[in-house]
């Protein structure tokens, strides 16, 4: 009965934040131009709703400069830090093959091989080998992506690395987003670049940031869920590995040790044609609720993805094969509204392990 009351409360809330605020039909609105730090402020950060903004960033350089070749002229003898996975699922769930045997490793076809301890078919948070390479290495391998030779690279390192690895592009864009930056009373803490292809999709997550997110060249497909909706998104703790390269250059998955636990979403929105039935008996709050904002963000478009917000990205190629973005994290605000999405969260998990204790009692 106390399952039922919290599952039903947290469903209520999420429909009510939607009649409130965001707007019973889950679209990202679009407003033209750069908005006044006043109203930026009123309308979507204070309110917690996204927001694409065209016609933000058309003075960039980087636009039109931004082909494969000068990048490559450009960062010639810079080394960056590039991302490999063997399925282009970087800070991911996935399900490890292996027995409890240390050491010893299985072929798997979804995750790579995996090594160290823990029961087989588990599920494992697995994170991304970084290599640092000479640019035009990394961006070989990015272009070269492909699931079925095992190794997809995606060009990011989310710790500021625009100026840290690419300052030799930096006239080409703003160092931070200036009514951003007005509204939100600070510089950015960190800056990214992103350049991957359709292989590399980011996983259900949230950012502690304000984030807005430009698109230089390709498209890029958010699904986004509010931060009320945390019960629809499965949060547990998982078991940390990493990939690590083999001496013949595959990718081998290793547990972390000692043994981390990251608490992650399971929720896949996008499920192949032969498992959709399982994900929706398996996620029945995502799959049978209300529906997920997804928008696309095109080149030259800055999207505003507001903090605590869940969100899962896919990528389309533009002619050159690439994806080329750039994101500037903004600190949020740690408060009231802030521990009130806190209590929201604790509430999910506990009405959640609540519910496996009553389902797994009453069969
Ligand atoms: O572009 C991506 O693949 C992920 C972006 C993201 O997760 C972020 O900006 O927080």
């Not at 979507?44 to 016609?55: A, D, L, Q, S």
């Not at 710790?159 to 160092?175: I, T």
Request: proline share 7%; glycine share 4%.
């Amino acid at each position: 009965m106390a399952v039922a009351a919290a599952g039903e409360l947290l469903d209520l809330l999420s429909r009510e934040v939607r009649e409130l605020s965001l707007g019973c039909t889950p679209e990202v609105v679009r407003i033209d131009g750069p908005p006044d730090p006043v109203q930026f402020l009123r309308d979507f950060v204070m309110p917690n709703r996204p927001c694409i903004i065209t016609n933000a960033i058309a003075h960039w350089p980087a636009l039109r400069l931004w082909s494969n070749s000068y990048l490559q002229s450009q960062l010639a003898h810079r080394s960056v830090s590039c991302h490999f996975t063997p399925d282009g699922r970087a800070d991911a769930l996935v399900q490890a093959p292996q027995s409890a045997d240390v050491g010893s490793k299985s072929s798997h076809s979804d995750g790579g091989d995996l090594e160290g301890e823990g029961p087989a078919n588990e599920i494992v948070f697995a994170s991304s080998l970084v290599e640092v390479l000479p640019f035009p290495t990394a961006l070989e391998c990015v272009l070269s992506s492909s699931c079925e030779d095992r190794s997809v690279a995606y060009l990011q390192q989310q710790n500021n690395c625009f100026p840290l690895e690419f300052s030799a592009l930096s006239e080409d864009v703003d160092s931070d987003i200036a009514w951003a930056s007005e509204a939100l009373g600070c510089k950015p803490e960190a800056v990214n670049l992103w350049i991957g292809t359709q292989e590399s999709v980011t996983s259900f997550h949230k950012d502690h940031y304000e984030n807005l997110y430009a698109v230089v060249s390709g498209e890029k497909h958010f699904t986004l869920l509010p931060p009320t909706d945390v019960h629809r998104m499965y949060v547990k703790k998982y078991p940390a590995a990493h990939y690590e390269r083999t001496d013949s250059g595959s990718l081998v998955l290793k547990r972390d040790s000692p043994t981390a636990w990251v608490p992650w979403s399971s929720v896949d929105p996008f499920p192949k044609n032969a498992e959709r039935q399982t994900a929706e008996s398996q996620h029945p709050r995502y799959f049978g609720g209300p529906l997920a904002f997804e928008c696309t963000v095109r080149a030259g478009e800055l999207l505003y993805l507001p903090s605590l917000w869940f969100h899962h990205v896919r990528q389309s190629p533009d002619s050159e094969g690439r994806t080329v973005a750039i994101n500037y994290w903004y600190d949020m605000q740690f408060d009231m509204k802030y521990a009130y999405f806190n209590f929201v969260e604790c509430l999910a998990a506990s009405s959640s392990t609540l519910e496996t204790i009553s389902i797994r009692s009453s069969s």
